[in-house]
Nanobody, 115 residues
Framework: QVQLVESGGGLVQPGGSLRLSCTASGNIFSIYIMGWYRRPPGKQRELVAAISNGGSTNYADSVKGRFTISRDNAKNTVSLQMNNLKPEDTAVYYC?????????WGQGTQVTVSS
């Protein structure tokens, strides 16, 4: 089992910034991908960004140039720096850990972008 604990959500005005963090604990594999997904109101969950052990990243087109994902392998943490936030970024954000067929999710953290 792997446990994921998220932090950093909240309310921010359009154009503002937030930083999400997620720490994995438990039976951590040596090779795994960590990432962030989000579920906007009334919509399905979608990939925001993901990063491999080696630092390869993948971003949704809607966040490229605004969001940056990073990880600290020694601490089993992944962070998402979100800049120039837009109202359409409002969603519940979920941390994701994936090692082969083993997939775990965090509990989710609310991000609301509103004036």
């Amino acid at each position: 089992q792997v446990q994921l604990v998220e932090s950093g959500g909240g309310l921010v005005q359009p154009g503002g910034s937030l930083r999400l963090s997620c720490t994995a604990s438990g039976n951590i594999f040596s090779i795994y991908i960590m990432g962030w997904y989000r579920r906007p109101p009334g919509k399905q969950r979608e990939l925001v960004a993901a990063i491999s052990n080696g630092g390869s990243t993948n971003y949704a087109d809607s966040v490229k140039g605004r969001f940056t994902i990073s990880r600290d392998n020694a601490k089993n943490t992944v962070s998402l720096q979100m800049n120039n936030l837009k109202p359409e970024d409002t969603a519940v954000y979920y941390c994701n850990y994936r090692a082969g067929p083993n997939v775990y999710w965090g509990q989710g953290t609310q991000v609301t972008v509103s004036s």
